[in-house]
């Protein structure tokens, strides 16, 4: 009975140690805090660094960039979770836009439009007032104000292939004797893909420009181990596991991010389509951006204060990592 009561107050403990839970809200107005405190980072592929080194070339030396539309790049695998709904991001268009905006094209807005189609249908009914001093009392429409674009960026993801291959091994150690210590111990790896279907069409003509078909494999892998043993009257049961999948997200990300590299390259035709390389001999005294998160559009009087390696930094603006928030928030910055 003591042992037992022992074991409750142990569990008890640990259960104390976690966090409290209650119906009723604190102070602060929550029933519980959450835990983590990871701050933002960047969220680049290994290709993100090409794709800045494309965009700092073509800035470097001057080369034209043609206008970027990107539409629909859709999941075309059809494979769903029975709980955790599709297994393939319905994202992949953002994506698209991310890595163009690393690699410094010229983007114009085509996959949601809901907003200026709106603001335009107010406008012409004169249901928008003028934006700064003006003859009319109302917005004015302009021919042409809206860019075109050169060339739009549309595909799909194509195929989502589960256990491509898999391996385990499972060993179990001990001999006959019911009280000696038994071990055990396993291992399982297994192997899954993705691929896409991307292609680049020329707006006015409709041409097909480029077409890019990646596939990229992803690996997947669990280990165990554990013992069991009697002593001194008492039961031990220990195991310890570790599982790690490459994510599946980041897979497509870094196949769309691929494609859009070798499509720059021949869109600013980079030599050898070393991006990094042409950039070395071409640019290398000049002072370029190495932001990995895209690159931002300026203010009309050229003032940029969050862009390039600033937005990278994982201690910009978080209370507790950037010392000058903590000061403001302290009272001691003016």
């Known amino acids: 009975m003591i042992t037992r009561f022992k ?12 966090g409290c839970v209650t119906p009723y809200a604190g102070a602060n107005g929550l029933y519980a805090s959450p835990i983590g405190d990871a701050p933002v980072t960047a969220n680049p592929t290994p290709y993100s660094t090409a794709l800045v080194c494309m965009a ?3 800035r470097a030396t001057n080369k034209p960039t043609p206008r970027i539309a990107v539409g629909r790049v859709l999941d075309y695998t059809g494979k769903e979770d029975l709980e955790g709904g599709r297994k393939v991001t319905q994202g992949a268009s953002l994506m698209a836009i991310s890595a163009f905006a690393k690699a410094g094209a010229h983007l ?19 249901l928008i007032g003028a934006d700064g001093p ?38 179990f150690i001990g001999d006959i004797d019911a009280t000696d210590m038994k071990g055990r111990a396993g291992f399982k790896l ?13 707006t006015k003509t409709l041409v097909v420009e480029d077409v890019i078909s990646y596939q990229k494999q992803i690996v997947g892998r ?10 001194n ?39 050898n389509a070393d991006p990094c390389g042409a950039l070395a001999n071409e640019a ?12 931002a559009v300026a203010q009309h009087d050229g003032t940029l204060v969050s862009d390039g390696d600033t937005r990278a930094d994982p201690n910009r603006f978080h209370v507790n990592r950037d010392a000058d928030v903590k000061a403001a928030l302290r009272g001691r910055k003016s």
């Open 233 to 271: 009257g008492n039961i031990f049961d220990v195991g310890v596991g570790e599982r790690a999948m490459e994510p599946i997200q980041l897979a497509v990300r870094s196949t769309i991010e691929r494609a859009v590299l070798e499509m720059t390259a021949n869109l600013y035709g980079v030599p």
């Open 7 to 18: 074991l409750l107050l142990a569990a008890v403990g640990a259960l104390a140690a976690t």
């Open 56 to 58: 700092n070339y073509a």
């Open 284 to 295: 290398a005294s000049m002072n370029l951006p190495e932001s990995v998160t895209g690159f």
């Open 190 to 202: 297994f192997v899954i893909n993705v691929g896409v279907d991307l292609r680049l069409v020329n």
């Open 222 to 231: 669990e280990i165990s181990a554990g013992i069991f043993d009697f002593a």
């Open 108 to 126: 114009v807005e085509r996959f949601d439009t809901s907003v200026s189609e709106l603001e335009l249908k107010y406008a012409n009914n004169r």
């Open 134 to 171: 003006a003859d009319s009392e109302f917005r004015q429409i302009m021919a042409g104000e809206i860019p075109g674009s050169d060339f739009y960026f549309v595909g799909g993801i194509t195929e989502l292939n589960s256990n491509i291959r898999s391996i385990g091994v499972d060993a």
